[in-house]
């Protein structure tokens, strides 16, 4: 749709009281026993897992890949009665250059590659190498391109500017599936999130997506919360739903349970699928294997007999 | 149940809180609770059954306290009285501080047993409840340490009679007792019937952390027992939480005792949501409102006014919000909303809305369990006569009405006899404090609401009680200042008929009522002889009660006085002295023709001029402060005036008595309305012709003259006055008293004749205290 400020200019967002809804929801749902299994279980098919270094190799890409085939140990899916549901994660995300490793490597799994792009992290390469970048990347195989804004547009609040922008990626991307990636931590005022949240999803977004990854700040609850409330205004007015993905600093098998519940409070349940939610991280795969494991075994479990990814 | 089924719904699943420990403790005292006092538990007498509202089963059997354990609870802390306020503060300290230390060790203990006892949700014992005992009693031993120092000239009232409601059962005793025993006071204190069981595990935790025996006794029982301890002869102050009908016929009940009294009563708070609010936030506010504690909360926002413009978007957003409460088991840590505290609340809630209904309210409403459970409900197309708009539900009910301007917000927030606390949504910082300052009542929540704090005072506006617990506010309540006593008796009846003698030589003055800035005369057409000490000084208008009706409305017009800066005020009060001053002669002649010896008559002018520079002074610095409460947080502690305020005069000192009443209450930013000396009115009609050429706004001072107790009782009973302060009579101080109860006026009442207005205590701080309110305003921030 084109740029419609009055879906966000007239709607600021107060953050004590984000932060106190965040807050207060810690002590308002829980999930424990079977059900904290599932929900983690549910975490996995939400994940993208990521590696996004300068030393990354195909062989480095190759063993993500492996585990993304793979999330669990086959005796903890055994003991949690889930060997036949097919448990991946939902993509794998990579830089460009490591695209063609991981088609390769997922090939027949059914497990989209996503690459990051348009000169990632931080964008500031001219806009026709940003949209070559992401036709090179989806040439290659990658399903969807995780891009980031221009963060001086949403700063200096031109939003026609980050509308075109986001858009001429959007077109870039073809069949493939755009993330938009707000840089929040750069972003700071959560009224700049909501707007840029809101030009992003009028530019054709499929997600929102909260960090790169490389801010001072990344994910956090209380700016996930501004997002989402942005996601459901957005489908409330044009029967669009468009995806969320919070990326960064996520490392803990809890978090991808309070994410999970504040999607579901906010949103709804049927949030909670990896065509609408994505967990951007690398090491929380790990922590919820071992909660896994102790689910099933009662014993505290250590990572290093886990497969590592 | 298996996972991919749970996949399929992604339900939450059960998330039960182990209660074991508790039913343990439970299980121990199946035999029944009896008393603690004097440090030990009684023996269980005629018991009753404590019922677990979520399941109705009884879980514990308490004892109802008779007039005789009353006694015995009251001679216990009578005796530990003494030795508790001779303690340094710092002893003091050790014990409060050891107190929120063992609250804080035993919390899970108590936000179980909290839960297990009232129904609400262990969310909420867990992280709100309990931490904010802890929180309270630390405050308090910070009180305890450095009262000595912060409080120079006060003392512990003595004796406190405390009862509790049922709705934060744990949090009220810890509010009724920190402040209590900070200041020195040792305490009797029920808890609610239907709630009495985290107050006896606290007299456990009493005993633990070695509180000395007496300084807390606790007496179970019902109403009765409630109305024993709050007339118990020997009770010297009493502080009541409850309902605004029960407050007034505490009010009513100690009238003319001397009990020093604190009320916090209902509510009926204002939720206000203007166009430029951050809506979902707001309806987050709700949640926190009217959907927390069940609705059980005195100050929830119980009537949500927002602006046309977003009314719809709002309404749906709320809706909707509503829809993911989750109201049932109270110990499952996924509840939102628990169980109803009994049977006969759910009942009462189930009347009022069904009342609702009948007048037109149309119900929306979330999904609640079979039992002592109601749904999240909000109502709309109610009007402000519904009985959903004018009473207080307790239970969690909410209605939603809409404003045009921000002057009919204020409006309809203000249309309502209680006064305890409002809600204002929007990121507007001009308009939310624009809105906060004219709001009445005691807490105002910015972009926030039900955010407590034992570092600010909570307590509210008209019928929602008097006094402040919390902050600095809150420490006053428990100690007083010393000030004179003693006995006076009535005055005799008027004689409005001719024949009081000659007045003199001088041209006849007439000496007229004074209301709305206009000279007027009595209603009644009458006059009565005024005598001096040589026979008639002159004439005065007997007042009656259409004079008094007519100088409230006058004095309730006089509104611009409030708003006026504390400059502009002390500028007409230095004014005030200035003519006094200059027609300082002529004032003395008039004293002395109504008795004083020439010298004395000099002297009082002199005081009533000093008074008005004192109180001139004042006027731009009587602050109100900024608590320290939570991070990100402004909580402004403001003073305001009470509004329209009756004062009724001394007997002797005819000039400086009116003064030393007036000008503190002006000088605030009140309008009164006074009643002269009744046997020496005329160095106050003479006054008027000051304040005539003062520029005090017309309706600031409106003076009746004529028989003092039976316009007192007038006052007393007028529901536009906000306070009213007596020096007559012993038995006018118990009219006063009872009559305030209407609608719950303060009262500030002494004996005619115990203070000396010439001396230091005929001036302070204490007047100014008594002439204003605190409003707390808080300000979170953040972006």
């Not at chain 2, 003494?82 to 014990?95: D, F, M, N, Q, Y």
């Not at chain 2, 008094?548 to 230095?574: D, F, K, M, P, S």
Request: charged letters at 20%; proline letters at 5%.
């Amino acid at each position: 749709m084109p740029l419609d400020v009055a879906m966000f200019e007239c709607h600021p967002v107060n953050r004590p009281a984000a932060e106190r809804r965040v807050a207060a929801l810690a002590g308002r749902r829980t999930v424990k026993k079977l059900h904290q299994a599932a929900w983690l279980v549910n975490a996995i098919r939400l994940m993208d897992l990521t590696t996004l270094s300068g030393d990354d190799t195909a062989g480095r890409v190759h063993r993500l890949c492996a585990k993304a085939r793979q999330p669990l140990a086959p005796r903890i899916m055994q003991d949690l009665g889930i060997e036949q549901m097919g448990l991946t994660v939902g993509a794998v995300c990579v830089y460009p250059t490591m695209v063609p490793h991981a088609v390769e490597a997922l090939q027949g799994s059914g497990i989209p590659v996503a690459s990051v792009a348009t000169g990632f992290p931080t964008g500031l390469i001219p806009l026709h190498l940003r949209l070559a970048e992401i036709e090179w990347a989806v040439a290659q195989g990658a399903r969807e391109i995780d891009i980031v804004i221009t963060r001086e547009h949403a700063l200096r609040q031109n939003w026609q500017a980050l509308h075109d922008e986001v858009r001429a990626m959007r077109d870039a991307c073809g069949p493939a599936h755009l993330k938009a990636i707000l840089a929040t931590g750069d972003l700071k005022t959560f009224d700049n999130v909501y707007a840029a949240s809101m030009v992003a999803m009028q530019a054709g977004a499929d997600f929102i997506k909260t960090s790169t990854g490389k801010e001072d700040v990344n994910a956090t609850l209380p700016v996930s919360l501004v997002m989402m409330r942005a996601l459901r205004r957005y489908g409330g007015v044009t029967g669009h739903r468009v995806g969320f993905k919070p990326a960064g600093s996520m490392k803990q098998a809890k978090e991808a349970l309070r994410w999970q519940i504040l999607m579901k409070e906010e949103l709804g349940r049927s949030w909670l699928e990896p065509d609408l939610l994505r967990f951007g991280a690398s090491s929380m795969l790990g922590d919820i294997e071992r909660q896994l494991e102790h689910h099933v075994t009662g014993r505290y479990a250590a990572s290093h007999r886990h497969a590592a990814s | 149940m298996s996972i991919q089924m749970i996949l399929k719904h992604m339900d939450y699943g059960p998330a039960p809180e182990d209660s074991a420990i508790v039913q343990g403790w439970l299980d121990a005292h199946e035999t029944g609770f009896g008393h603690y006092i004097d440090g030990v538990f009684t023996a269980p007498g005629t018991l009753f059954d404590v019922q677990n509202p979520a399941s109705g089963e009884s879980i514990a059997q308490v004892t109802q306290g008779t007039s005789a354990d009353v006694d015995a609870a009251v001679k216990a802390a009578r005796q530990a009285q003494g030795a508790w306020a001779k303690l340094s503060g710092h002893e003091r300290a050790r014990h409060l501080y050891a107190l929120a230390r063992h609250v804080q060790q035993h919390s899970r203990f108590l936000a179980v047993l909290e839960s297990m006892d009232n129904g609400k949700p262990i969310r909420e014992t867990r992280d709100i409840d309990v931490p904010l005992v802890a929180r309270h009693f630390y405050h308090h031993a910070g009180w305890a340490e450095i009262a000595a120092d912060e409080f120079p000239d006060a003392e512990p009232h003595g004796v406190c009679g405390q009862v509790i409601p049922w709705n934060f059962p744990l949090l009220m005793l810890a509010w009724k007792i920190a402040p209590a025993l900070a200041a020195g006071n040792t305490v009797v204190l029920k808890p609610a019937e239907y709630t009495p069981l985290t107050a006896l595990a606290f007299a456990e935790i009493c005993t633990e952390a070695g509180l000395p025996p007496g300084v807390v006794n606790l007496v179970t029982g019902d109403g009765a027992t409630g109305a024993a301890i709050v007339g118990h002869g020997d009770i010297d102050k009493v502080a009541f939480t409850g309902s605004t009908g029960v407050g007034k016929t505490i009010r009513r009940q100690i009238a003319g005792s001397g009990k020093a009294l604190t009320l916090e009563l209902g509510g009926k708070s204002p939720f206000v949501v203007f166009a430029d609010a951050d809506l979902d936030a707001a309806v987050e506010g709700v949640v926190e409102a009217i959907w927390f504690n069940q609705g059980e909360v005195c100050c929830a926002g119980a009537r949500i006014l927002v602006a046309e413009a977003v009314a719809s978007r709002f309404e749906a957003l709320l809706k909707a919000r509503m829809k993911a409460l989750r109201v049932g088991e109270p110990l499952d840590k996924c509840t939102d909303i628990g169980a109803i505290v009994h049977p006969v609340q759910l009942e009462r809630i189930r009347a009022l809305v069904a009342e609702g209904v009948a007048q037109g309210a149309i119900l929306h409403q979330g999904s609640a369990p079979e039992g002592c459970f109601y749904p999240p409900t909000l109502v709309t197309n109610v009007q402000t006569a519904s009985v959903l708009s004018t009473e207080e539900i307790f239970g969690p009910v909410v209605t939603l009405s809409t404003f045009r301007t921000p002057t009919e917000a204020v409006e309809l927030a203000n249309n309502t006899r209680y006064g305890l606390a409002a809600s204002v949504w929007s990121e507007n910082v001009n308009l939310c404090l624009d809105i906060a300052s004219q709001v009445k009542a005691g807490v105002v929540w910015i972009n926030c609401t039900n955010v407590l704090d034992a570092g600010a005072g909570f307590g509210g506006y008209r019928e929602s009680g008097f006094g402040r617990e919390g902050g600095r506010e809150g420490m006053m309540a428990y100690l007083r200042r010393p000030g004179p006593t003693g006995e006076a008796g009535d005055l005799p009846a008027l004689q409005p008929t001719p024949g009081g003698g000659a007045t003199g030589d001088a041209i006849d003055r007439t000496a007229k009522l004074f209301v709305g800035g206009q000279q007027v005369r009595p209603d009644s057409g009458y006059a009565y002889a005024v005598m001096g000490a040589k026979g008639s000084a002159g004439l005065a208008g007997l007042g009656n009660r259409k004079d008094i009706r007519n100088a409230v409305e006058a004095a309730g017009r006089a509104t611009g006085w409030a708003g006026a800066t504390g400059h502009n005020r002390a500028q007409v009060l230095y004014y005030l002295g200035e003519n006094m001053s200059a027609r300082a002669a002529e004032f003395a002649v008039r004293l002395e023709r109504l008795g004083a010896k020439p010298a004395a008559a000099k002297a009082e002018v002199e005081a009533a001029v000093r008074r008005c520079f004192w109180y001139a002074a004042q006027a731009d610095k009587f602050d109100g402060a900024v608590h320290q409460t939570k991070s990100a947080h402004v909580t402004l502690a403001m003073h305001e005036p009470l509004g329209v305020l009756g004062i009724v005069c001394p007997t002797e000192a005819p000039l400086l008595g009116f003064v030393s009443l007036v000008l503190p209450a002006i000088a605030m930013g009140n309008s009164v309305v006074v009643i002269p000396s009744q046997p020496h009115p005329l160095a106050a009609t003479d006054f008027y012709q000051i304040i005539e050429t003062s520029d005090v706004p017309a309706g600031v001072v409106n003076i009746v003259t004529g028989p003092r107790d039976e316009l007192a009782k007038t006052l007393a009973g007028h529901d536009g006055i906000a306070g009213l302060w007596y020096v007559g009579g012993c038995s006018g101080i118990a009219m006063v008293e009872a009559e305030s109860a209407g609608n719950l006026k303060q009262t500030w009442t002494e004996a005619d004749g115990a203070r000396d207005w010439m001396g230091a205590a005929g001036q302070g701080r204490e007047f100014l205290h008594r002439a204003t309110q605190v409003k707390n305003i808080w300000v979170p921030y953040g972006v």
